[in-house]
């Protein structure tokens, strides 16, 4: 496609790179020797180098022996976490809520949260990640990071049935307040934080005022097998079941991790009225040794949406989408007992595609084509461990490395050139949080935000 002409200059051109694309089956290829032409924070273009080697341009990347991607999506984190990242190791699920996160959450205050996302927002953009998803608590320091770094987000305020109806009241409150700001790089979603928190009164209220408001739901939900075992033993139902007959599945809703999703569960979802999405980390499954991973194989049977996460840093120790992604072919592979299935392509299908989709983003980012956001990496593949290329997917998603994004780009708007970061000055946010801490971990209060006894 040649570029559109405009009578002024192009904000950015980068040229002599190679791009992913997506045909009109959004089966994924690649085109070498390329250029992409950016206006207005959108593609323009994706054209040859050649055709536009004579466009004027603002600014220009020579981006040879690199690739163009979509930027990748994280569909489920808690990014102030990253304050705890490594606090709460080698424990099982019941002990690393109780003993450790939940007490220390208890102590957050809100310049602690804006701290964590600000290191969190700049791990994302030096590791390619473009936008997130995120339920939190303070969210509204979180919006304002995300504002000031210029990524792109889905944010919630999340509650417990715990807080009484303000929880609820609040989390309604930041979505409605924040909806479509930051010249509408964020996003909002309604945030119960899971159906072993939230009674169903509160989650048959969140999904009326979801409907009413046009508001998606993001929650936890069938996390493991034990919690699904421990809903049919209490309730009789499970997650998913809990989900269903509180009106949550007739939402635009977006479920972090699933691995205790059921056969049962399956036509649940398949005949759910809203889109339907399940985020996966697989990091955090190995972490706690869970039994299974998400199911991705039989809810992509069905048409469910499966998008890549990491789950915040103290679980995952990382916010490394790129990790997720090989980990996410690799663990499925074994799952599914079939060395045929989710192929690198297939990945990369998930970290694009699909999870823009999941997130509620798919008409404006998640592939490079004419219209959409400019949100866009690049990747240098001129490393040892990334050559010879034999298959430019297999090497994207199991050679190549976080580490190898040299450029991140969002709206059109370089966040990161040359793995110089633009938008955070990490040493200063290192440095406050670090004198931080010792009030952060205090767990001599014995306090705790809630209770997990599932």
Partial sequence: MTPSSHGKPADLVITGCTVLVHDDRERIGFEEDAAIVVRDGAVDAVTTAAAAAGLT????????????????????????????????EDLPTVEWFNDVVWPVESNLTERDVTLGARLACAE????????????????????AVVDACGMRAQLGQAYFSSQGPEGREASLEFALRHRDTAGGRITTALAPHAPYTVT??????????????????????????????TSLARHGATPIQV????????????????????????????????????????????????????????????????????????????????????????????????????????????????SARAVGLGGSVGRIA????????????????????????????????????????????VLMRDRVLLTVDVPAVARELEERLPALTDRGHGRRVQEYDT
């Avoid at 009164?201 to 075992?229: I, K, M, S, W």
């Fill in 57 to 88: 341009a603002a600014d220009r990347i020579d981006a040879r022996g690199q690739v163009a991607l979509p930027g990748l999506i994280n569909c489920h984190t808690h990014a102030p976490m990253v304050a705890l990242r490594g606090l709460a």
């Fill in 243 to 354: 989900l269903e007959r509180t009106g949550i599945l007739g939402t635009d809703v977006l479920i972090a991790h699933g691995t205790g999703i059921t056969e049962a569960d399956l036509p649940l979802l398949a005949r759910a009225e809203g889109r339907t999405a399940v985020a996966t980390a697989p990091r955090g499954y190995l972490k706690f040794a869970w039994p299974d991973t998400t199911p991705v194989r039989a809810l992509r049977g069905i048409g469910v949406l499966v998008g890549l996460a990491t789950d915040g840093a103290a679980s995952n120790n990382s916010l490394d989408v790129w990790e997720s992604m090989a980990l996410t072919s690799l663990i499925q592979k074994s799952a599914e007992g079939d060395p045929r299935w989710l192929t690198s392509r297939q990945a990369l299908h998930h970290a694009t595609v699909q």
């Fill in 370 to 413: 004419p219209g959409l956001r400019a949100d866009l990496i690049l990747v240098d593949l001129t490393g040892p461990h990334t050559r010879p290329v034999h298959d430019l997917a297999a090497t994207l998603v199991h050679s190549a490395r976080s580490a190898d994004v040299r450029t991140t780009i969002v709206d059109g708007r």
């Fill in 124 to 143: 994302m953009i030096r590791a390619g990640v473009t936008a997130f998803a995120d339920s939190y608590f303070a969210m509204d320091a979180v919006a």
């Fill in 200 to 229: 169903d009164a509160d989650l048959a209220a969140t999904a009326e005022l979801a409907r009413d408001h046009g508001l998606p739901v993001h929650l936890h939900a069938a996390e493991n097998r034990d919690q699904t075992d």
